[in-house]
């Protein structure tokens, strides 16, 4: 599915939706698709349930995933995305971040842009490819 870095500053709950959010971004995961149970995915990821239960109850308050009652979690029909502030205040820490450390190993900014644009397009391919799996 994805991966959580325990390293980043970011809360493992916030990885945790913002990687269901990225599969549902890339189609890795479509509306109407189940999404692994909590403790499921607790274990593949290796945190604690709790940590899981935190991330699909603000996802289901966002309108992102829905529970159907005796059968699970399943993302949305019609799945909302953040707002364009909250989207944009969130590109801006991680750009923030990422400029930080590039700028701390002495990369230039054309350095820079060329890992971001490698990893997304990495990303991008592998969540793709885990949808084509399924």
């Not at 890339?26 to 945190?47: E, H, I, N």
């Not at 709790?50 to 159907?68: E, F, K, P």
């Not at 991680?94 to 700028?103: D, M, R, S």
């Amino acid at each position: 599915m994805f991966d959580i870095n325990p390293t980043s500053t970011a809360p493992i709950w916030q990885q945790i939706e913002e990687g269901i959010r990225r599969m549902i971004t890339v189609g890795a995961l479509t509306p109407g698709d189940a999404v692994p149970s909590v403790r499921d995915l607790a274990r593949t990821l290796r945190v604690n349930p709790n940590t899981v239960a935190r991330s699909y109850q603000r996802l289901i308050d966002r309108g992102v995933l829905a529970v159907r009652r005796g059968e699970g979690t399943y993302v949305s029909e019609a799945p909302s995305q953040p707002k364009k502030s909250e989207r944009n205040e969130k590109l801006r820490d991680a750009a923030t971040q990422y400029a930080g450390t590039a700028l701390s190993l002495g990369a230039s900014r054309e350095e820079a842009a060329a890992e971001v644009e490698t990893s997304y397009e990495r990303l991008t391919k592998e969540l793709r490819r885990g949808n084509e799996s399924r």
